[in-house]
Each structure stands twice: as C-alpha cells, then as structure tokens.
C-alpha cells in the first residue's frame, strides 16, 4: 500500500478506535455512574414525598389525639349529650384542626356524631356512605375497633388522609367508649401545598383509574411485578419520578409523579463531554505521536538506511552495489528504481568504457595520424601514427595550435595558409579531404587530410584531422610519371626517325626509284609508326591528365569560328570517305571560356571517331544555348554502339567496339577519356546522349561561356 | 640543326638537302653556338633535351648575342608541353615543332614559309 493512503489511514484507524473505546468507556463507567447518582436522588425525592404524606398523617394523628383522650369526648359518646357538641365543636374548629370530617362512633359503631366541612367553600359536607356502613368496612370490624388506625382511603372516588382511635379518658385509660375519626382530603390544594415542599411538580392518578396516561400505566405494570420508585427519563432534561401509595388495608391506592430536572444527568454529561473532548485531544496528540514513531519505523529510519546504502555507492563508484530491496511503497519504488537505474548506468559505462576503449584501441592501431583541436584549434589528442610521421612526442603536441607545430603546403608545394585547416574543416564540416603537405620536425609529408567537426548537442566542441600519408604513393607516382616521360621521349626518338627516314626514301630524296610493291611497304611502315606515335603521346597525354600535370590556357575562345576551322581542316578526310560534314549553330552566341588548342583537340577527337565508324551519311555539329552553357554536339549516321557497350566508352583503354573493328579504326582507345577529363577540366561534362546500333550516335559536350 | 641524335640529324640533312637547303648540324650546345657564330644561318633548328647544355639555354645565348638575335629559331622537340612550347616562345623562338609528329618533309616547308615570309 503507498504511504500517501498508509498514513492517513491509519491515523483514521487510531483516532477512531481510541474514540470508540473512550466513549465506551465513559458512557458505561462514568456516565452510568451519574445516572445511578440520578436514581438514588430520585430515591431520596419519592422518600421525602413519602415523609410528607407521613408527617401529615402524624401531624392529623397528634391533633385527634387531644379529642380522643379527653373526658368530656369519653362520656359524650356514652351519654350523647348535645351540650359536648355546641360548646367543642363549630364550622371554624374544622379549620383550625385543618381537617374536612369528624366523626365519633360509640362502641357499637353507630355514629353518635359525625359532620363534615369544606374550609374553603365553608360549606357543610354530608357524610360519604363510606363512614356510615361499617359492616363493609374491615377497620369496623370489633375485633379492629379499638385499634387506632391512621392511612389513606379512597373515598368514592377521593383520596382522604383518615386517623381512627378509640376514645379513651383525659388519662388515656379504657375502656374504649367508641372510636374518633378525623378525615382531610387529598386535594389539588393538598398536592400544591405537597409540590410546594417539595420544590418539584407533583402530579397523581389513582391506582384504580381505568383510563391512565401511558406513563402511568407504564408505573403501573412496573408496580405490579416491583417495589420501590419507577423513574421515567423522558427527556434529557426531565425525569419522571413516580411513587406508589397504599391505602390503610394496604391496597395500592395513588401513584404520585413528581418530575425532577435531571442537572446530575446534564452534569454528568458535561462532564463526559469534557473528558472525552480532553481525551479525544490527547488521542489525537497520542495517534500523532505515534504516527511519528510510525512515521520513523515506516520511512524516516528506512529512508535513512536507504540515504547511507546510496552513500556507500557513491564515494565507492563502483556500479555494480545495489541497494537492498524496501518493500512495495514509494521508498520501496524509490529503491528499485534507483537499482535499476544504477543497472543502466552500469550497462552504458560499461558500454561508454568499451567503445572509448575501442576508440583508442583503434586509433592507435590505424596508420593514419590523428589530431583533434578543441574548438580553438588547440592540439588536444595525437595518436601513436602522430609521433611517427611527424617526429614530435606527444606531449610537444598538446595543448599547442596546429600552425605552432606544422607547416603546410599545397599540392605544388607553396606554403599555405595558417588557418588553411580551420578553413577546410568549415567549408564541410561532415568531412572533407585534400591533398597537401604537411611539415613537422620530420621530412615533409604528402598527405590526404580528412577533417571533421565534434559536434556535441549542436555546438562544435573540437575538430578532427586524419593524415593518410601518401608520400611513397606521392613519390611512386614522380618515378612512374618520370619513368613515363623518359620512356615516351626515348621511343618517340627512334619513332621519329623512323617514319621520317621513311618518307624521305616515299619522297625520293635519295634519288632511288621504288616499284609499287616497295612503295606500298614504305606507306604501311610509315601509317604504323605514326600510329604507334600517337599511342606514345596518348599515353604521355593520360599520365599528365592523371598527375594533374596538364596545364590549361583558359581564354575566351570563339567555338563557332574553331568549328568552322575544324571544318575546312578535316574537309580532304570527308571528301576521301564520301561523307557529309554539317555544322549548325542555332543563334548567335558569345564566346565561351576554354584553352583553345585543348577543345580543338576535343572537337577533332569527336568527329574524328565519327567519321572513323561511319561509311554512309553524314557527320552533324550543333551549338546550342542551355543553361548558360554551350552544348556542343556531334551526331552521326555510323554503326552507333550497344547499350550493354556503353558504358565502357569513358574507360580508359576501352574500344566499345569488337577488336576486328577497333583494329581496322586503327584507335588507341584513349581519346574518348582524354576529351572527356580535358573537357571537365575546362570546366565542363560530356556524355554520350544516344546511340542505337545501325541509327548512329550522338556525343554531347558543355563548356561555360564566357560572361 | 643543333640536336644530339645523330639519326635525326642525317634525316633532316637528306630531306632539306633535297629540297634545296645548305644544311649544316651539331651535335651538341655547344658546338651549335660556335658554328652559329662562325656561320651566321639565315635560320636555326633547335632541340631541346640535349647534354650539357640544352636548348633552351643555347635559344637565350642566341637571342642575348645582339649578332644573332635576329636569326629565326625554330624549336623541334619532342616535349609537348604547353609550358615548354610557352617558355620557348617567350625566350624568342619563331615556332614550335612537335618533332614526333612533324617529318623532315613537313618541317622543311615551314623553314621554306618562314623564309620566304620573313615577317
């Protein structure tokens, strides 16, 4: 699980378990114990009330007490005498005993006096049937009565305080000459005076009530099976308190509801509410400390042994540590990216390691010398080839400019510029070569130079130099090239005197007369060795083209005028084989740039072999305009060549014809290339543009004109 | 003629002989300036690749002489390069043969033009 949900989770997890078990805890210890306090109150009000109603009865009983012990009560029960009743008893006597009835019964039962008063409305009461019918009363009864008895009644329907005693003399002695009742009601005025006492609303209903209010008949049920109080918490304020009363034969007769304000419960409460706010506080500083010490276990501690296992890898540098594995979180992701991470690192360096180490491998195997500059031009790296073809050690090198330690030169061995390197490098900067010479403390060196730039993110860091050493090549190519010229002058001397001693003896110049058959011999001898002189000066025309040795007079020359020579030049050949010789020139063009004796030579070359492949037709030359090049063409009606031929024609020593045909042309296979590399170094191309065997073909050659 | 091949110089004598030349040679440098001087030819053929002292070096001898300066020299060498043929221009000579490629015949015309066209 990922720590962002792990921590707050559990921080939830805590709080609320602590909370659970806090309130557990205080609503069945603390908050019980408050409402147990509740109920013992409740206990303590229903036994006060109790008191009350006991205080009245005794308070009842201690006034009857002054009227049942008297003489004159004892002998008017007997001898009924009115006078008793005029001179005790008035309407206000009724209110200053505080009582409703006062009844005396002789020792039969009978009533001899009994009158009743309503103190408020100060109005007679008539007996209740209740007083009278003593056969249905138990208290009547003579073994009872002369018991003194003091309780509540229901009478018809109307709770009554009652003291019954026997009427004695003033000195308390017997016999009992019949009994003294003393009756109060239980009013709402009673009940007042009860609440009043009590400090609380004082409500009742009678046991006997059919129609109850539901609390009642709650008590009710309650008192049926239980003793003691039923406590009804009706709100979280109020309490009900309610309290069964018997009667005097010990039958349920009321139940008095007194209701409470509950301020223990509300204490109590607050008080639970105060502690669990405080220990909710402390449990959240409690889950917060030990998320902390969580916090520590789960990451902090892990993290700092991660911290000090990276530490380990670092200073070491060693690549293939890892650290070890942290579990499925972010710290354990952390880690194995981190591993993985040091497992690509590793696979690169290993990677960067061996191709570094292929590079040097490499550079110094190779035999070229190999230089790199920074940006400035400062030596930086020199190979091994370095120290060998130039004589300075390494170190001499380094962290000089290349034109401190060299001295170079063009192909014809004029100094060149310092910055000559610098220059070739930027003119291309993916690569370039180049002939020169190149002088360090050794001999001076022909070398093709090859350079390039470092680029690193789009910024030129460095430039390389790579050094082919060509000297032997240089050299080999001087005695081939010398060898060539002597060779060529040495057989062209004896070639010369050949054919000239040959036509001086065609000519008569030795007065000697030839038959045809020795004059026939002398011609052939004298064609073949001027052909064999013109394969010499082919050959000594190739070896030049090749050294770069053929030195061009460019000048403005006027191509349709040289034409037009070439024209009546080559007239007496045309005429010999029956050939037409055509030249067009579609416009006026102006003269064009070229060595005048070279591209004389082309055009000769050209129509040359034309008309040496062609029997029949004509020989056509066109100039045209294209490009701002002149294109000079040279179309003929011959033989043409095969295609799968033709691509041999610019070779060197290549007849695209089969050697019958090339014999009798009596060609030396060289003059398509030489025309060609003449013709290029003048600036322009040549190509042959078509040829179909048996059609004839068409060569094509440009030259710049001039501006 | 001032040329060292024997061979060639006995050719040219036969060819310009038989078209009416009075042909004297040498056969070195040298020996050339010293009949030039003592002959005073109405025209001299010069070679160039010659021993000790070539031709090109006798042309400027010959054109630095103020007796001689003015006689025409005609080159005839088998170097055909466009530098030779330059160079010998400049130094003073009338034309440039291609000895391989011209006959005794062919270059005894040209001396004859020249002669006869001595602008």
Redesign the interface.
């Known amino acids: 699980m990922k720590l962002r949900i792990k921590i707050p989770l559990l921080f939830l997890v805590v709080v609320i378990v602590f909370m659970v078990i806090v309130h557990f805890i205080l609503s069945s210890v603390v908050l019980k114990s408050y409402l147990d306090l509740e109920s013992q109150e409740a206990i303590k009000v229903s036994e006060r009330l109790q008191q009350s109603i006991q205080d009245r009865l005794t308070t009842l009983d201690s006034k009857s007490g002054d009227w049942s012990n008297w003489d004159d009560a004892y002998n008017f029960v007997v001898n009924k005498n009115q006078e008793f009743i005029k001179s005790n008893i008035q309407n206000t006597t009724f209110a200053s005993l505080n009582i409703n009835f006062m009844i005396f019964y002789d020792a039969t039962g009978s009533v001899v006096f009994g009158q009743g008063y309503d103190n408020q409305n100060k109005k007679i009461l008539t007996l209740p049937p209740f007083f009278l019918n003593k056969d249905r009363q138990q208290f009547f009864t003579p073994e009872n009565f002369s018991q003194p008895r003091l309780g509540l009644v229901n009478v018809d329907g109307k709770i009554m305080y009652i003291v019954f005693k026997p009427i004695l003399t003033s000195i308390g002695t017997g016999p009992a000459h019949g009994m003294l009742l003393f009756g109060r009601y239980l009013d709402s005025q009673e009940v007042k005076s009860l609440a009043a006492i009590e400090k609380n609303p004082l409500e009742y209903h009678l046991y006997s009530d059919t129609k109850l209010p539901w609390d009642y008949k709650n008590a009710k049920n309650y008192f049926q099976n239980n003793k003691g109080i039923y406590l009804l918490r009706e709100s979280e304020q109020i309490l009900g308190t309610y309290t069964l009363f018997y009667d005097i034969y010990n039958k349920p007769i009321i139940i008095f509801e007194e209701t409470v304000n509950r301020d223990i419960y509300s204490y109590g409460k607050k008080n639970t509410y105060i502690t669990e706010l405080f220990l909710l506080t402390a449990g959240v500083a409690t889950a917060l400390f030990m998320i902390i010490i969580l916090l520590n276990k789960l990451i902090l501690s892990r993290l700092s042994k991660l911290t000090r296992e990276v530490q380990k890898i670092g200073p070491s540098g060693s690549l293939s540590l890892r650290v070890s594995s942290f579990g499925k979180d972010e710290l354990g992701t952390l880690a194995d990216e981190f591993n993985k991470t040091l497992g690509n690192l590793e696979s690169a360096t290993q990677a960067k390691i061996f191709a570094e180490q292929r590079s040097q491998s490499l550079l110094g195997v190779i035999e070229e010398a190999v230089i790199i500059t920074n940006v400035n031009n400062t030596i930086v790296y020199t190979n091994d080839a370095c120290e060998k073809f130039f004589g300075y050690k390494k170190e001499e090198m380094n962290n000089k400019l290349i034109s401190e330690c060299f001295e170079l030169f063009d192909k014809k061995e004029k100094p060149l510029d310092r910055s000559f390197l610098k220059k070739l490098v930027t003119s291309a900067p993916s690569g370039n070569s180049v002939t020169i010479y190149i002088k360090g403390r050794n001999e001076k060196l022909a070398v093709i130079v090859t350079s390039s730039e470092i680029m690193v993110e789009n910024a030129i860091r460095g430039r390389i130099y790579v050094f082919h050493n060509i000297t032997g090549e240089v050299e080999l190519d001087k005695q081939k090239d010398d060898f060539f010229s002597i060779a060529?002058?040495e057989l062209?001397?004896?070639?010369?005197?050949i054919?000239?001693?040959l036509?001086?003896i065609i000519?008569g110049?030795?007065k000697s007369s030839l038959s045809d058959v020795d004059l026939k011999a002398l011609q052939n001898s004298v064609s073949s060795s001027e052909r064999l002189?013109r394969l010499?000066?082919d050959y000594?025309d190739v070896s030049?083209l090749e050294q770069g040795?053929v030195?061009l007079?460019i000048k403005t020359v006027e191509a349709d005028a040289l034409v037009k020579s070439i024209e009546v030049e080559m007239q007496p050949l045309f005429a010999k084989k029956g050939i037409e010789l055509k030249f067009n020139c579609d416009k006026n063009h102006g003269p064009v740039m070229a060595d005048e004796?070279k591209l004389k030579e082309v055009i000769i070359n050209l129509i040359g072999n034309s008309l040496k492949f062609t029997e029949k037709g004509e020989i056509s030359i066109n100039h045209s305009v294209e490009n701002g090049l002149l294109v000079t063409r040279v179309s003929d009606t011959g033989m043409g060549i095969a295609k799968d031929k033709q691509h041999l024609l610019f070779a060197r020593f290549q007849q695209a014809m089969d050697n019958t045909t090339a014999r009798r042309a009596g060609g030396t296979g060289l003059g398509l290339y030489i025309s060609r590399e003449l013709v290029k170094l003048m600036g322009g191309t040549m190509v042959l543009e078509k040829s179909e065997p048996g059609v004839g073909s068409t060569f094509c050659f440009t030259l710049p004109l001039a501006k | 003629m001032i040329e060292d091949?024997e061979?060639?110089r006995s050719?040219?004598q036969?060819?310009f002989?038989?078209l009416g030349f009075v042909f004297d040679s040498a056969g070195d440098g040298e020996k050339g300036m010293e009949m030039t001087k003592a002959n005073k030819p109405d025209l001299i053929l010069l070679d160039i690749?010659m021993p000790n002292v070539d031709g090109l070096t006798v042309l400027t001898q010959i054109k630095n002489d103020p007796n001689l300066s003015t006689i025409p020299v005609i080159m005839l060498s088998?170097?055909?390069?466009?530098?030779n043929v330059?160079k010998a221009m400049t130094l003073g000579a009338k034309n440039y043969i291609n000895?391989?490629?011209v006959?005794?015949?062919e270059a005894a015309e040209k001396v004859k033009a020249i002669l006869s066209n001595p602008i």
């Open positions: 060529s002058h062209r001397t004896p070639l010369t005197v054919s000239g001693s036509d001086n000519q110049y030795g002189t010499v000066n000594l030049r040795r030195v007079n004796d | 091949e061979q060639i050719m040219y036969v060819a002989e038989a690749m088998n170097l055909s390069a466009q530098e330059d000895k391989s490629l006959k005794p015949r």
